[in-house]
């Protein structure tokens, strides 16, 4: 059998070359003091790529070195930038608005009865307000493995999406429901403070919902890129936070090794068994997710929780729940005894799984270099695997 060599990756997704080397750049022009501003190098650079129009590789080598150096050259500008005071924009008026606004729902919120933990955990997962979160609940959603649905993220922006896609007339008026959605969905952006992984969300969802109106491929690491990009053109910093590096990662391990756990079982079989394929669809999410996040969970929180997968399909549906009637008590509080049910009936079963023994591993400090090499080792792993699987038989499309 006859293997094509190219890697599929690569040739299905050429902004993730290009997202690679913005990134290299900023990390370039943050780590390394360049006295000389690289303009003049970026310019002269644009100029050869145009020259080179007659070599593809060596133009597409060319197009890599611009990307570079823009990274360098975004970085070093907003380095200089921010030993300048700045005035209050329109972007930081509109932030603080909205974010009057989100004081306004919490009170309302917690007039309508809901209190305690309950209160800090529908604040969290709701509106994005962390402060009412006690050491002793953080540590709880931590080591179950579930503090990821407390930090606003990309679930939680789908989950909203899924909802207002239900309740619009997304059938007779796709174009209408999907600008309304992506519209509801930027307003909640505001709402919430704008954090790094809900705008790497929105971002990728305003993609989905405007390739969904032309019917083309909705996901793929080629979108995942592009949004990188952009963000990152907006403002080369965020590429250091939190944030930023454990959704993209996420998200990228979940698009790279999702297909391959679908290849465990035939499509027929998946098909013809409708719980089992989606019990094994939130398995392989789940999964992938870990892969991609685990080693910065490593390097930054020095834990790694152990029943991951089992707080997953506890917290995934509770989160449906919570953020549906969040809205429901937001606009009839006599209902807040529902949501506080739910919410304090979600911390004692976390609890309880904190209790299992081995429920995390302490202790991990990896340092940059071992963190990188991690990484580079899972993509070298996936980069096998993508190889073999024409030889092996496995089905590659779906």
Same mark, same amino acid.
């Given at each position: 059998m006859?293997?094509?060599?190219?890697?599929?990756?690569?040739?299905?997704?050429?902004?993730?070359?290009?997202?690679?080397?913005?990134?290299?750049?900023?990390?370039?022009?943050?780590?390394?003091p360049?006295?000389?501003?690289?303009?003049?190098?970026l310019?002269?650079m644009?100029v050869?790529?145009?020259?080179?129009?007659?070599? +593809?590789?060596?133009?597409?080598?060319?197009?890599?070195? $611009?990307?570079? #150096?823009?990274?360098v050259?975004?970085?070093?500008?907003h380095?200089?930038?921010s030993?300048?005071?700045?005035?209050?924009?329109?972007?930081?008026?509109?932030?603080?608005?909205?974010?009057?606004?989100r004081g306004i729902l919490?009170?309302?919120?917690a007039d309508?009865?809901?209190?305690?933990?309950?209160?800090?955990?529908?604040?969290?997962?709701?509106?994005?307000?962390?402060?009412?979160?006690t050491?002793?609940?953080?540590?709880?959603?931590?080591?179950?493995?579930a503090?990821?649905?407390?930090? *606003?993220?990309g679930l939680h922006l789908?989950?909203?999406? $899924?909802l207002?896609?239900? #309740?619009?007339?997304?059938?007779r008026?796709?174009a209408?429901?999907?600008?309304?959605?992506?519209i509801?969905?930027?307003?909640?952006?505001?709402?919430?403070?704008?954090?790094?992984?809900?705008v790497?969300?929105?971002?990728?969802?305003?993609?989905?919902?405007?390739l969904?109106?032309?019917?083309?491929n909705?996901?793929?690491?080629?979108?995942?890129?592009?949004?990188?990009?952009?963000?990152?053109?907006?403002n080369? +910093?965020w590429?250091?936070?939190?944030?930023?590096? *454990?959704?993209?990662?996420?998200?990228?391990?979940?698009?790279?090794?999702?297909?391959?756990?679908?290849?465990?079982?035939?499509?027929?079989?998946l098909?013809?068994?409708?719980w089992?394929?989606?019990?094994?669809?939130?398995?392989?999410?789940?999964?992938?997710?870990?892969?991609?996040?685990?080693?910065?969970?490593?390097?930054?929180f020095g834990r790694?929780?152990?029943?991951?997968l089992?707080?997953?399909?506890?917290?995934?549906?509770?989160?449906?729940?919570?953020?549906?009637?969040?809205?429901?008590?937001?606009?009839?509080p006599s209902?807040a005894?529902?949501l506080?049910y739910?919410?304090?009936?979600l911390n004692?079963?976390?609890l309880?799984?904190?209790?299992?023994?081995?429920?995390?591993?302490?202790g991990?400090?990896?340092?940059?270099?071992?963190?990188?090499?991690?990484y580079?080792?899972?993509? $070298?792993t996936?980069?096998?695997? +993508?190889?073999?699987?024409?030889?092996?038989?496995?089905?590659?499309?779906?």
């Open positions: 006859h293997l094509d060599m190219r890697n599929r990756l690569l040739d299905n997704a050429p902004l993730l070359r290009l997202a690679v080397c913005l990134i290299v750049g900023i990390v370039i022009a943050n780590y390394v360049l006295a000389l501003s690289v303009l003049p190098a310019a002269i644009v050869v790529t145009l020259l080179l129009w007659k070599y +593809e590789n060596l133009q597409s080598i060319a197009i890599l070195a $611009c990307f570079l #150096l823009v990274g050259f975004l970085m070093q500008r380095l200089s930038a030993d300048e005071s700045v005035s209050m924009s329109r972007l930081d008026k509109s932030k603080a608005y909205f974010l009057n606004q919490l009170d309302r919120l309508s009865g809901v209190g305690g933990d309950a209160y800090a955990v529908v604040a969290a997962m709701a509106l994005g307000d962390k402060s009412a979160l050491h002793e609940i953080r540590d709880t959603y931590s080591v179950s493995g503090s990821h649905v407390l930090a *606003l993220s789908g989950i909203i999406y $899924c207002l896609w239900l #309740l619009l007339p997304h059938r008026w796709p209408v429901s999907q600008t309304i959605i992506l509801a969905i930027w307003l909640y952006v505001l709402l919430v403070g704008m954090p790094v992984s809900v790497r969300s929105a971002v990728m969802l305003t993609v989905y919902g405007l969904s109106i032309g019917h083309r909705k996901m793929s690491v080629n979108a995942l890129a592009f949004t990188a990009i952009v963000m990152l053109m907006c080369p +910093e590429l250091f936070d939190i944030g930023f590096q *454990l959704s993209f990662m996420a998200v990228l391990a979940i698009l790279l090794f999702v297909p391959l756990f679908e290849d465990v079982f035939s499509a027929k079989y098909q013809e068994h409708r089992i394929r989606r019990i094994w669809g939130l398995v392989a999410v789940s999964v992938s997710a870990q892969i991609g996040v685990a080693p910065l969970i490593a390097y930054y790694l929780s152990t029943y991951f089992l707080t997953n399909f506890i917290v995934l549906p509770a989160a449906y729940l919570i953020l549906g009637f969040s809205l429901i008590v937001l606009l009839f209902l005894y529902i506080l739910i919410v304090d009936t004692a079963v976390l309880r799984i904190t209790a299992i023994p081995g429920s995390s591993i302490e991990f400090h990896p340092n940059v270099l071992q963190v990188v090499l991690t580079v080792i899972i993509f $070298c996936y980069l096998l695997i +993508e190889r073999i699987r024409p030889a092996q038989g496995w089905r590659s499309s779906r």
